[in-house]
């Protein structure tokens, strides 16, 4: 999780190459992190940065040839009475599964269940603050994902998200300040536009 929050900030301190080295590192340590790497990969050839691009390209081939030795290994390991898992990771654990994630994450550890449910909403709300679009490309990836996939026992995951919402809430807390500033305005704007028709003289009776 903290390559995550470090993939970010190495990202906006303008250090391309150490945020991709933090970027494959984060994917090495939990293959949960390909979304985010691969959409940062995606950015990068959109905006035509070829020697991210090429980074990348090397960066995900070590990841690639780990993940496979990491198969080999298990695989030898596994014995014919060993446990088998069934079930599909696509539960559709909804909101609920969110805000469990997000409770594993900080100071949520240690505050009531119903304060996650609340910085959930302040995470979201910084796709509308001045975040960087990583880090909005991360909230959007793994809180709309983990509404759809993650078993009841793969709460933990939120450890991997957890140290980037920190970053996330900071920038929530602005983007909840533009929102319900956007929306006074546009309630003051539809207010003024009532009262203007309402003082209109009334048209002439033929």
């Not at 898992?85 to 949520?108: D, E, L, P, Q």
């Not at 910085?119 to 959007?140: N, S």
Request: charged share 10%; glycine share 10%; aromatic share 14%.
């Amino acid at each position: 999780g903290i390559f995550l929050l470090l993939c970010v900030l190495a990202h906006t301190l303008g250090a391309s190459r150490l945020a991709v080295c933090f970027a494959i590192a984060a994917v090495c340590a939990r293959e949960l992190a390909l979304p985010f790497v691969l959409a940062r990969f995606g950015f990068a050839v959109h905006a035509r940065r070829w020697e991210q691009v090429r980074w990348y390209l090397w960066g995900l081939a070590v990841f690639a040839a780990y993940y496979l030795a990491h198969i080999v290994l298990t695989v030898s390991h596994i014995e014919p009475g060993d446990m088998l898992h069934k079930g599909s990771w696509i539960a559709f654990g909804g909101w609920r599964f969110v805000v469990r994630t997000v409770a594993m994450g900080g100071w949520y550890l240690m505050l009531a269940g119903w304060a996650a449910a609340v910085g959930v909403v302040v995470v979201l709300a910084a796709l509308w603050g001045p975040a960087d679009r990583h880090l909005k490309a991360m909230i959007a990836i793994y809180l709309s994902a983990f509404c759809i996939v993650g078993q009841t026992f793969n709460t933990y995951w939120g450890l991997m998200t957890g140290p980037a919402w920190g970053l996330a809430t900071v920038y929530g807390l602005i983007g909840l300040h533009t929102l319900v500033h956007t929306s006074l305005g546009r309630r003051d704007h539809l207010l003024d536009a009532q009262t203007r028709s309402s003082q209109r003289p009334p048209p002439p009776v033929v």
